[in-house]
């Protein structure tokens, strides 16, 4: 399974964009890279996930280099709700089945 | 998009007791469920994977005897704590992968805080 590796935490003001990137140097093949954002005392929410170039939602975009070791979450004009914890996921079904394991993840403070 | 339900949301229990927690993919089926548990201030640790109709299978350092874990049916997975201890108290979260995606798409239920008194 590929590690990642994000920043303990970041701050931002309301209406800045934010990137926050994670490392993954042994991501394989047929993995796929998936960002969720998690509030206290809730599951974690499905934010984007993309394979390579760039992916865009309503909510985020993703960017991912052709070498794929890395990727990076953009939020556009955060809000003081965007402050969560983000997590980068990396995996992929494999046979037998898969399994995602969480790293530490990213802690965003959006401050006023 | 795709909902996962937890059952209780949130439980006190008397050590010694035992706790049944339910996952119930509501509008997609799920060979697949996760269980995770989940410190304060920490990440998420991955607990078992569950399958229908198999066992499930654990993580390094999970009791299996303690936690108990059946996937019945393609919607439901339910994990049972048994003898809980307070050192058992935890948020736990179970997750579902929508079948025929290729594994992809998993979606998290909103968790259930145990409290074990």
């Known amino acids: 399974l590929a590690k990642t590796t994000q920043p303990i935490s970041m701050d931002s003001y309301e209406g800045q964009e934010v990137n926050i990137t994670c490392s993954h140097n042994n991501i394989a093949t047929n993995d796929y890279i998936t960002w969720y954002q998690q509030f206290p005392s809730q599951g974690p929410r499905f934010i984007i996930q993309g394979y390579k170039t760039k992916v865009t939602n309503e909510v985020a975009s993703l960017f991912i280099p052709a070498d794929r070791k890395s990727s990076t979450l953009s939020l556009p004009r955060v809000s003081l709700s965007d402050t969560a914890v983000y997590y980068c996921?990396?995996?992929?079904?494999?046979?037998?089945?898969?399994?995602?394991?969480f790293g530490a993840g990213t802690r965003l403070f959006v401050k006023a | 998009g795709a909902v996962v339900s937890q059952h209780p949301s949130r439980v006190i229990c008397k050590s010694g007791t035992s706790v049944k927690i339910e996952c119930r993919s509501l509008d997609f089926q799920a060979t697949t469920m996760f269980w995770y548990r989940q410190f304060p201030k920490q990440s998420l640790m991955l607990m078992a994977t569950s399958n229908e109709g198999s066992k499930a299978t654990y993580e390094q350092g999970v009791e299996k005897d303690k936690f108990l874990i059946n996937h019945a049916s393609l919607t439901l997975s339910t994990l049972t704590v048994t003898s809980a201890h307070p050192e058992d108290s935890s948020f736990y979260i179970c997750?579902?992968?929508?079948?025929?995606?290729?594994?992809?798409?998993?979606?998290f239920g909103p968790g259930t805080r145990l409290t074990v008194t």
């Open positions: 997750s579902a992968v929508l079948d025929g995606q290729g594994g992809y798409e998993q979606y």
């Open positions: 996921l990396v995996g992929a079904q494999n046979t037998g089945g898969f399994k995602t394991i």
